[in-house]
């Protein structure tokens, strides 16, 4: 509860961004298993500049408690509150809850800017992530 009165205290902006949770399109190898798998990527992408302003790798299961987990501590790092989030059809139900409590703006979108930045990282030589 302090960190939700916390939060909304932070002054109120016309930043606009976009959240977005996926899987990496490369695959990363184990040690422990020697399997192949594939990162979560928790992104928060201001609208209209393209600027990656958080963005965090996982290795836990893509669930509800964690999209809304990221989507929470990516908001609580922002200097201000941004007017909208935009979110997938897939993560909206899902964060409602979060945006509810926090008094964020949620629009189902199509994500053309975390989208832009999804098809950068499938041209990206994969040895600048070792």
Same mark, same amino acid.
């Given at each position: 509860?302090?960190?939700?009165?916390?939060?909304?205290?932070?002054?109120?902006?016309?930043?606009?961004?976009?959240?977005?949770?996926?899987?990496?399109?490369?695959?990363?190898?184990?040690?422990?298993?020697?399997?192949?798998?594939?990162?979560?990527?928790?992104?928060?992408?201001?609208?209209?500049?393209?600027?990656?302003?958080?963005?965090?790798?996982?290795?836990?299961?893509?669930?509800?408690?964690?999209?809304?987990?990221?989507?929470? @501590?990516?908001?609580? &790092?922002? *200097?201000?509150?941004? +007017? $909208?989030?935009?979110?997938?059809? #897939?993560? %909206?139900?899902? =964060?409602?809850?979060? @945006?509810?409590?926090? &008094?964020? *703006?949620?629009?189902? +979108? $199509?994500?053309?800017?975390?989208? #832009?930045? %999804?098809?950068? =990282?499938?041209?990206?030589?994969?040895?600048?992530?070792?």
């Amino acid at each position: 509860m302090f960190e939700k009165a916390k939060y909304k205290k932070k002054p109120k902006s016309a930043l606009q961004l976009e959240y977005d949770l996926f899987y990496m399109p490369f695959g990363v190898e184990t040690e422990e298993t020697n399997r192949t798998v594939y990162p979560i990527a928790g992104m928060l992408v201001e609208r209209g500049s393209n600027l990656v302003i958080e963005h965090e790798m996982l290795s836990m299961p893509k669930t509800p408690s964690i999209a809304q987990g990221v989507l929470w @501590a990516f908001l609580q &790092g922002l *200097e201000v509150r941004p +007017s $909208k989030v935009f979110v997938s059809k #897939e993560l %909206r139900p899902i =964060l409602q809850p979060l @945006a509810k409590i926090v &008094g964020v *703006e949620l629009v189902e +979108s $199509k994500l053309p800017c975390i989208r #832009e930045v %999804r098809d950068f =990282l499938k041209t990206v030589p994969m040895d600048l992530f070792e």
